[in-house]
């Protein structure tokens, strides 16, 4: 186990030592947290564009310049912190991110070492994922901070502190929207197996992060919704709609098609939760497939899961992606 452990650190360490790879997105967290931070702007309302001379700006993505923050509350907070830290600083901003995925990417691990049947496989099919490491190490996405909120709850509730586990759920939801397709499938295993649950934490949790949210941002920050109907309708050139596409079959119609099938799927994901089997892995896996928006680091949505559970399906199809979507991340 220590010599797995310590090859993971240093694959998914080695790519704080480069510039920020493949991706802006951590200059767009630093400008939205900036309008907050800086400017005392809302950045479920005000645009980056609005505040162009800002140091961040001409560093983010140009996609992202008109629209505003995409992201849960929980973490628009916290980008305003970052910030107030790293003042005008693009370096600090960068490498503070960067830094936060690599140790939210270690703590994903370690945590799914503690769940874990096979502790040293899961540390390997994690810790050992070379596109996990470029760009949550190398490109400081914030899914790492989702994903180990995910595994924190449901480390927590293996270890009986209910309560705790529920507040992680909270957080997780309020950092990306994504964690709550895999809720229902946790709550209906629990229920199915007479576990007991952390209804009170997480309903604790909820309440504080939705008034401080309301609070800080008014209930414009329930808008970050938004952009999931924007990505059904735009799609990316990796996802399989987006392959679809390209030989021919109408965007529209790829895109109905895929949902549609996942809609199907996730019935059937609920009823094998039900029958005491939540099989998370393969409902993320499941998710990437039919997204009309998939880049590469989504793909820790669903490593960690299939990483934990007995479930032959779900770890070929994560490895079967994480093949796919390394051309995305390098080049060839």
Do not use: C
């Not at 996990?132 to 509730?157: E, I, K, P, R, S």
């Not at 999931?228 to 109905?256: F, K, M, T």
């Not at 799927?265 to 094998?272: C, I, M, P």
Request: hydrophobic share 60%; no cysteine; net charge positive.
């Amino acid at each position: 186990m220590g010599a797995v452990l310590a090859v993971a650190v240093a694959i998914q360490l080695a790519p704080l030592t480069a510039p920020v790879l493949l991706s802006t997105d951590v200059y767009s967290y630093w400008d939205y947290g900036r309008l907050a931070a800086v400017h005392d702007a809302n950045p479920y309302e005000v645009t980056p564009i609005d505040f162009a001379n800002d140091p961040a700006f001409k560093r983010m993505g140009a996609q992202w310049r008109e629209t505003t923050s995409v992201y849960g509350p929980a973490f628009t907070l916290a980008s305003e912190g970052h910030a107030k830290a790293v003042g005008d600083s693009a370096a600090a901003a960068a490498w503070a991110y960067k830094a936060l995925a690599a140790l939210a990417m270690l703590a994903i691990t370690l945590l799914a070492v503690r769940v874990a049947a096979r502790p040293a496989f899961a540390a390997a099919f994690v810790g050992w994922n070379p596109l996990l490491a470029v760009h949550f190490a190398g490109g400081g996405h914030n899914d790492a901070w989702m994903m180990a909120l995910v595994f924190a709850a449901l480390a927590l509730a293996a270890t009986g502190r209910r309560q705790l586990a529920g507040a992680a759920w909270a957080l997780s939801i309020a950092v990306k929207w994504v964690a709550l397709v895999f809720l229902p499938l946790r709550a209906l295993e629990a229920r199915r197996e007479r576990r007991r649950v952390g209804h009170a934490g997480f309903a604790a949790a909820a309440a504080v992060v939705v008034g401080v949210a309301t609070w800080r941002y008014g209930l414009s920050w329930l808008d970050a919704f938004g952009p999931v109907g924007r990505n059904l309708r735009e799609g990316s050139r990796y996802s399989i709609p987006g392959r679809l596409e390209s030989i021919g079959i109408p965007h529209g119609a790829a895109v109905g098609v895929l949902v549609g099938l996942f809609g199907l799927a996730y019935l059937w994901l609920l009823r094998e939760a039900w029958r005491g089997h939540a099989r998370l892995g393969l409902a993320a896996g499941l998710l990437l497939v039919a997204a009309p928006w998939l880049v590469p680091w989504y793909l820790v949505w669903t490593v960690p899961f299939a990483a934990v559970e007995e479930d032959g399906t779900a770890q070929v199809l994560a490895l079967a992606l994480t093949a796919y979507l390394l051309r995305d991340a390098v080049p060839l």
